[in-house]
């Protein structure tokens, strides 16, 4: 499985902005894809999850009111909306997928990840 993040760029506070996943590769469908960002200084931090058959959201407390996730299975996409966005949201994000169970908040449970993508928002 192979995915590709895109979508990221430089913002003002307030803006908002979508990124995709494309999730490509030989294997069967992965059962979750899940968006991560690495915060400047910090280790991973999980932001939201969606399985791909059912469409089940996980979303972190910490960003919960201002993203959604969705995806697009003819597309083999998943989507990651954030709106009102702030200078500490700036950070590399990225999606990552398991075959193996849902979407969780650990890094460690998925097989696969992407390159991220990085947002910047300025004040």
């Known amino acids: 499985v192979q995915l590709q993040a895109s979508g990221g760029g430089l913002v003002t506070a307030g803006e908002s902005l979508t990124l995709s996943c494309r999730v490509s590769?030989?294997?069967?469908?992965?059962?979750?894809v899940s968006w991560f960002r690495q915060l400047p200084g910090q280790g991973d931090e999980f932001v939201a999850g969606?399985?791909?058959?059912?469409?089940?959201?996980y979303y972190s407390d910490a960003m919960k009111n201002q993203i959604r996730i969705s995806r697009d299975n003819a597309k083999n996409s998943v989507y990651l909306q954030m709106n009102n966005l702030k200078p500490e949201d700036t950070a590399v994000y990225y999606c990552?997928?398991?075959?193996?169970?849902?979407?969780?908040?650990?890094?460690?449970?998925?097989?696969?990840r992407g390159q991220g993508t990085l947002v910047t928002v300025s004040s």
């Open positions: 990552a997928a398991t075959s193996d169970g849902p979407a969780t908040m650990s890094r460690n449970d998925y097989e696969y």
């Open positions: 590769g030989r294997t069967s469908t992965p059962y979750a």
């Open positions: 969606i399985t791909l058959r059912g469409g089940a959201t």
